[in-house]
């Protein structure tokens, strides 16, 4: 799908302009988006879309709810990001398109009529713009940034733990979710209690279960002693459920009890326990698209996302790598005297023009590589690149030919590697930008040995 012939958003309103919000709200400037509405072609009835955001679907939980059977519970989510308007089908039965072209993800102009199952509805922009309120703060625990991406989420992350409200944590792997939950913990009033963690990918179902709600002695094979389970023995505090999209089935209806009533049966016990925990669960899926396969429970989705905080990838916030691996290099021990070239700004350039897929977790494991063997190396994907002391690449020595040949394959790298992490790695709409065909831009890719994500 082509991207709009115009961009979605006019001069006189652009994206990324700042407003000043009104003071009582407790923060200053904000980026600003612009708003759209979706109008059901068969009542015209009119949905408002005000954060630049919102899902479409039957489940009560989606910003525009249908009545249509042919429309799943969460069918589609369209959303504005910077200057281009897009939908994007979460893994619907029936589909989505847009002007009749089906798409799993693809981009929409003012007046595009978006089909999902049986019902059509007209996309229009509106000349309004939304502030979006960003955290004061740079950080929040141990996670810091200053990029609008990430201080909206400190601001949602902020207002939750001034509540006991269950939190979802969602975003890629690698993105911070484990720390964004020990600091959920540690702002709230449950800072004294226990903060206890368990992996629900894994373990087993049946130690799972057990791990969870614990079980009485004798309650199976090898039970020789009582054991609590973790919403037990974490009372007074909170229960952090990472990778929840991996729950068995058969064990979500009892955390779904957990979650509606506080209350726990252990395995062999016959009356319910009351608990006092909060719950704040992690997920690098979209439960969205899960509710639609039949894999995850829509009325524990439901329960488990009170809050939905979003984690954004480290490309969408690369603006803060320098400033992120500094502070990574010194947690590892590197200081700027001892090891100056990993503090050299032509190295931390490199960092930030890199995709990283692995998100903070890539970045620092490439960061210890390289204060491992004292040098600045290259990231991954950027291939080899002859460097000066200081660590940027030096394209004045040796013969004419050669140099400009360095600077024409270090150039390809670093375009490809910036319009690939501004798609998030798909290829058919890094060439409509490029403006190449897909399978010109696949033979750059495999020249510099860069794939997609």
């Known amino acids: 799908m082509a991207p709009p012939d115009r961009p979605v958003v006019p001069p006189h309103a652009q994206a990324d302009e700042t407003i000043k919000v009104a003071p009582a709200s407790g923060y200053r400037l904000a980026p600003t988006v612009r708003r759209f509405r979706l109008i059901n072609e068969t009542d015209q009835a009119v949905s408002e879309c005000l954060t630049g955001r919102c899902q479409v679907g039957t489940h009560a939980g989606a910003e525009v709810q249908l009545s249509d059977p042919t429309v799943s519970r969460f069918h589609c989510e369209v959303f504005i990001e910077g200057q281009r308007a897009g939908v994007k089908d979460l893994g619907s039965t029936n589909g989505t398109a847009i002007d009749g072209v089906r798409v799993k993800e693809g981009y929409l102009k003012h007046g595009s009529l978006l089909q999902v199952g049986n019902s059509r509805l007209r996309f229009e922009l509106d000349e309004k713009v939304s502030a979006l309120p960003l955290s ?248 080899n690149v002859v460097t000066t002391p200081g660590g940027g690449a030096d394209f004045t020595r040796g013969p004419l030919v050669e140099a400009r040949k360095r600077a024409v394959e270090r150039f390809e790298r670093d375009y490809l590697t910036a319009l690939l992490a501004r798609h998030g790695g798909k290829v058919s709409q890094a060439a409509v930008e490029a403006e190449v065909d897909r399978i010109s831009l696949y033979r750059l890719m495999r020249k510099h040995g860069l794939k997609p994500e």
């Not at 007074?236 to 049966?265: A, H, K, M, N, W």
């Not at 100056?340 to 023009?353: I, K, R, V, W, Y």
């Open 136 to 383: 004061q703060e740079p950080s929040f625990g141990t996670l810091r940034g200053s990029a609008p991406a990430l201080r909206q989420a400190f601001m949602v992350l902020e207002k939750a733990a001034k509540t006991d409200a269950t939190v979802l944590l969602e975003g890629e792997t690698g993105t911070g979710k484990s720390r964004a939950a020990q600091a959920l913990h540690a702002a709230g009033a449950r800072r004294d209690g226990p903060f206890l963690v368990v992996d629900c990918g894994a373990l087993p179902p049946t130690l799972l279960e057990a791990e969870l709600f614990g079980h009485e002695k004798g309650a199976f094979t090898g039970a020789n002693t009582r054991r609590v389970g973790v919403f037990e023995e974490a009372s007074s505090g909170t229960v952090f459920l990472d990778e929840i999209g991996e729950l068995p089935l058969e064990l979500q209806p009892r955390l779904l009890r957990v979650l509606e009533d506080r209350q726990v049966r252990r395995l062999g016990q016959n009356q319910w326990t009351p608990v006092d925990v909060r719950i704040v669960a992690a997920t690098h899926r979209d439960l969205r698209a899960d509710v639609n396969a039949g894999k995850f429970r829509s009325d524990l989705y439901f329960r488990l996302a009170v809050v939905r905080v979003t984690l954004p990838s480290l490309r969408e916030h690369a603006e803060d790598i320098p400033e992120l691996a500094k502070s990574l290099l010194k947690e590892l021990g590197a200081t700027e005297t001892i090891h100056p070239g990993l503090f050299a700004p032509e190295f931390l350039m490199q960092l930030q023009s890199a995709s990283w897929p692995g998100n903070v977790r890539e970045l620092r494991n490439h960061l210890e590589r390289c204060l491992v063997f004292e040098t600045p190396e290259a990231p991954p994907g950027r291939g």
